[in-house]
């Protein structure tokens, strides 16, 4: 595993004595959340867990909650990833030994998971006891156009709520069980992703109060929760001053941000991007480095109408950007709390901080 020792690791103490930003880590097992904190990192600013529906031994049930015909097809197939999904913040949450963890909720494009060959249809039909004529025409009905655009984020976990509810409750057990056997001290982030109206918050934030405080009693130990959201969405950004009515914390996603302002796929944009930027038509890659004339902007705003409503309200930054220097470097001069990056780029986002701090100063 890698150390911060000799000069590199003389160096990280010196930054960390001047930066003022926290910088967290996008960590979704507990190998990358070791390696990270091993890197200097101070709680995980995402934790995302499409990654984790599609190991083997759970697409199958994961399958078969979407294609389900009801809401109890539905919770039976999610009964079945219950105990693995509580296992893996079990996991992540002993690695980051207390330190805030910040777990999205699923935000998956929905074709990602639909099965498309027969031999996969045909066995989860067998499972399923329905024909596989009415289960392809399942996967038809389900398929989109734009999925980036479409059934994902909080738009999922509003229509199809068990799966929300089954996450929470996996976050909560963790939580709880660790309370109460291994003297943790964890307060889970629940965050919700893509979030455009606050109407959405409200409701999800009214069934994710409902499951924590289930399970808190289930298990008589005092656990606390936090929930937010991420802006990724332009209406977000515009709103926030009313999203932070429901929301405790922020986490700007400016992966989903950036594509968004610019109307700009992200998965096909390395067809003419670098055109742009060789020509002078951009200066740099905005997925790389954060364009702090647009994005920013809409970054900046969210921070004075979040904080507006809601002064004490959390922010962090959880896209690419949370680790390259430019970009971090702008976060500290907009008073973010803590940038969020990938974890090898923890140092230098940590030696961004400190540079940036120092500016400031002169
Ligand atoms: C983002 O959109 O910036 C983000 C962090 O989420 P994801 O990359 O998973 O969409
Ligand atoms: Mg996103």
Not at 225 to 238: D, V
Request: charged share 25%; glycine share 8%.
């Amino acid at each position: 595993p890698p150390q911060l020792t000799g000069d590199f690791g003389t160096l990280m103490e010196w930054v960390d004595r001047f930066r003022k930003l926290k910088v967290r880590t996008n960590a979704d097992t507990p190998n990358d959340s070791r390696v990270a904190r091993e890197f200097g990192a101070e709680g995980i600013g995402l934790c995302r867990t499409e990654h984790m529906f599609f190991e083997a031994d759970r697409i199958a049930a994961v399958r078969e909650m979407i294609l389900a015909e009801d809401v109890e097809g539905r919770k039976k197939a999610l009964a079945k990833i219950l105990p693995m999904q509580k296992g893996d913040f079990v996991g992540i949450f002993r690695e980051m030994k207390g330190l805030p963890v910040t777990i999205r909720l699923l935000d998956p494009p929905l074709h990602e998971f639909l099965p498309h060959e027969d031999k996969d249809i045909d066995a989860l039909a067998k499972t399923m006891g329905v024909t596989p004529q009415s289960l392809r025409a399942k996967v038809d009905y389900l398929h989109e156009f734009n999925p980036m655009l479409g059934h994902r984020g909080c738009r999922l976990g509003l229509t199809f709520p068990e799966i929300y509810d089954m996450q929470v409750q996996a976050i909560m057990e963790a939580a709880c069980e660790l309370t109460k056997n291994e003297g943790f001290s964890i307060v889970p982030e629940i965050m919700i992703p893509l979030v455009g109206v606050v109407t959405e918050l409200a409701r999800l934030r009214e069934n994710t109060v409902r499951v924590c405080e289930e399970v808190v009693a289930a298990y008589g130990v005092k656990v606390e929760y936090l929930i937010g959201t991420m802006i990724e969405l332009p209406r977000a950004a515009l709103t926030a001053d009313e999203i932070a009515r429901e929301a405790e914390f922020f986490s700007f996603g400016t992966n989903d941000l950036t594509q968004t302002t610019f109307g700009l796929s992200r998965d096909d944009a390395g067809k003419f991007l670098p055109f742009y930027v060789e020509t002078g038509l951009l200066e740099d890659d905005p997925f790389v480095s954060l364009d702090q004339n647009g994005v920013g902007l809409l970054v900046k705003m969210a921070v004075e109408k979040g904080r507006a409503t809601r002064p004490g309200i959390k922010l962090g930054i959880c896209g690419e950007h949370g680790g390259d220097p430019s970009s971090v470097i702008f976060c500290h001069q907009i008073g973010l709390d803590y940038v969020s990056c990938s974890p090898f780029r923890v140092p230098i986002a940590r030696l961004a901080a400190a540079h940036a701090a120092l500016e400031e100063g002169k």
